[in-house]
Structure formats: structure tokens, C-alpha cells
């Protein structure tokens, strides 16, 4: 998913270069949407396997 986000930022900055702002403003939202969705999963899975290794453990 980090992948995608950064493949859609470089298509924003690509097409901003080239003046095509529209495409550029839509890609720039894909991957600042995709990047904010990978933080929020990272968390969650850092919380979720803290809180399993735990209980395994004891």
C-alpha cells in the first residue's frame, strides 16, 4: 500500500510538471489518502501484535 501511495505521488508531481494540475491534484489525494490509510493499519497492527505476544507470553 506505501508502494501505490508513492507511485501515484510521483504521477502528481510528473503531471503537475507538465501543467496537467487536475490530474496532478486527484493523484496527490490517491496517495495522501493511501499513505494516512497505511499509518492508520500500521498502528493498528503494532497495537494488536503488542497486545497477542503479551498474552502468549504470560
Not at 507511485?7 to 496537467?20: E, N
Not at 496527490?28 to 497505511?38: G, N, T
Request: charged share 10%; no cysteine; hydrophobic share 80%.
Amino acid at each position: 500500500m506505501l508502494k501505490w501511495a508513492l507511485i501515484f505521488f510521483v504521477v502528481s508531481i510528473i503531471a503537475a510538471l507538465f501543467g496537467f494540475t487536475g490530474i496532478a491534484a486527484g493523484a496527490a489525494a490517491i496517495a495522501k489518502f493511501l499513505f494516512f490509510l497505511f499509518l492508520i493499519l500500521f498502528v493498528i497492527f503494532l497495537v494488536l501484535g503488542l497486545t497477542v505476544f503479551k498474552k502468549l507470553t504470560d
